[in-house]
């Protein structure tokens, strides 16, 4: 019963997160279309607003630990679900993400992503994209904190799945520190489905990487950096990868 409960609960809150938003993308768009700060108070705001429906609709809270940067960096994060997206850019002062290109056609989603200059990758096409975002950083996107996951997808708790060799591409041509961010969102909202699993759920800003590594060195320690936390953060939230 208190599973079909909460089901209900989740499936009434999913329902009205995709109907604000493109009222709410709407009613900014105008400032945004002259004005990227525009863009920018739209995605914080609608953000702040999921969090706060989440945290009294399916009993989901939200906790953002470590120190996000402040200063021009790359951002490397563990990708489970939506919410970590939202948690990790009202965390930055100035973020953008890199996103697959079709991403750009969605609507409301893909106008605000071109009204913050986000760099459009087509996953597809491994060496045009690496290419296009090397483009992209000598093109000036680079300022502010650049999002990649590196992984290039969500990724369910308890999956392996390689680290791309863009990230350390990136961080090779924009010679700033690397910060990653580790995750436990995917416990309690999965990357399908309806149901959200009442908790806390979790993003942690880690030590930045400062720039000059090897690029094999750059992605095994940041892979060991994300991975090993993010493991941390879900055995926190009852989820042991190993028993999964």
Same mark, same amino acid.
């Given at each position: 019963?208190?599973?079909?409960?909460?089901?209900?609960?989740?499936?009434?809150?999913?329902?009205?997160?995709?109907?604000?938003?493109?009222?709410?993308?709407?009613?900014?768009?105008?400032?945004?279309?002259?004005?990227?700060?525009?863009?920018?108070?739209?995605?914080?705001?609608?953000?702040?607003?999921?969090?706060?429906?989440?945290?009294?609709?399916?009993?989901?809270?939200?906790?953002?630990?470590?120190?996000?940067?402040?200063?021009?960096?790359?951002?490397?994060?563990?990708?489970?679900?939506?919410?970590?997206?939202?948690?990790?850019?009202?965390?930055? *002062?100035? !973020?953008?993400?890199?996103?697959?290109? +079709?991403? #750009?056609?969605?609507?409301?989603?893909?106008?605000?992503?071109? %009204? /913050?200059?986000?760099?459009?990758?087509?996953?597809?096409?491994?060496?045009?994209?690496?290419?296009?975002?090397?483009?992209?950083?000598?093109?000036?996107?680079?300022?502010?904190?650049?999002?990649?996951?590196?992984?290039?997808?969500?990724?369910?708790?308890?999956?392996?799945?390689?680290?791309?060799?863009?990230?350390?591409?990136?961080?090779?041509?924009?010679?700033?520190?690397?910060?990653?961010?580790?995750?436990?969102?995917?416990?309690?909202?999965?990357?399908?489905?309806?149901?959200?699993?009442?908790?806390?759920?979790?993003?942690?800003?880690?030590?930045?990487? *400062?720039? !000059?590594?090897?690029?094999?060195?750059? +992605?095994? #320690?940041?892979?060991?950096?994300?991975?090993?936390?993010?493991? %941390? /953060?879900?055995?926190?939230?009852?989820?042991?990868?190993?028993?999964?």
């Amino acid at each position: 019963m208190a599973y079909a409960i909460q089901w209900l609960r989740s499936l009434l809150f999913n329902a009205q997160m995709y109907v604000i938003m493109p009222i709410w993308g709407l009613a900014f768009f105008p400032w945004a279309l002259v004005d990227q700060r525009g863009a920018f108070a739209c995605c914080k705001s609608f953000s702040r607003y999921i969090r706060w429906t989440a945290s009294w609709m399916i009993g989901l809270k939200v906790e953002i630990r470590g120190t996000p940067p402040s200063f021009n960096a790359l951002v490397a994060a563990k990708h489970q679900s939506f919410l970590d997206v939202m948690m990790i850019f009202t965390a930055l *002062p100035r !973020g953008k993400f890199i996103m697959k290109k +079709l991403l #750009k056609y969605a609507p409301v989603i893909g106008q605000y992503a071109v %009204r /913050l200059n986000c760099v459009m990758v087509d996953r597809g096409k491994r060496g045009a994209a690496i290419q296009k975002m090397i483009e992209d950083v000598r093109a000036g996107h680079a300022d502010g904190q650049l999002i990649i996951y590196p992984q290039g997808t969500r990724i369910a708790p308890g999956v392996k799945a390689p680290y791309k060799v863009g990230t350390a591409v990136l961080y090779h041509q924009l010679g700033q520190p690397c910060v990653p961010v580790a995750a436990s969102v995917g416990v309690f909202w999965p990357k399908r489905g309806i149901y959200r699993k009442p908790g806390t759920a979790v993003i942690e800003f880690l030590e930045p990487i *400062p720039p !000059g590594l090897p690029k094999d060195e750059f +992605l095994k #320690k940041l892979e060991y950096e994300v991975e090993t936390h993010s493991n %941390r /953060l879900m055995a926190e939230a009852g989820f042991h990868a190993d028993n999964h």
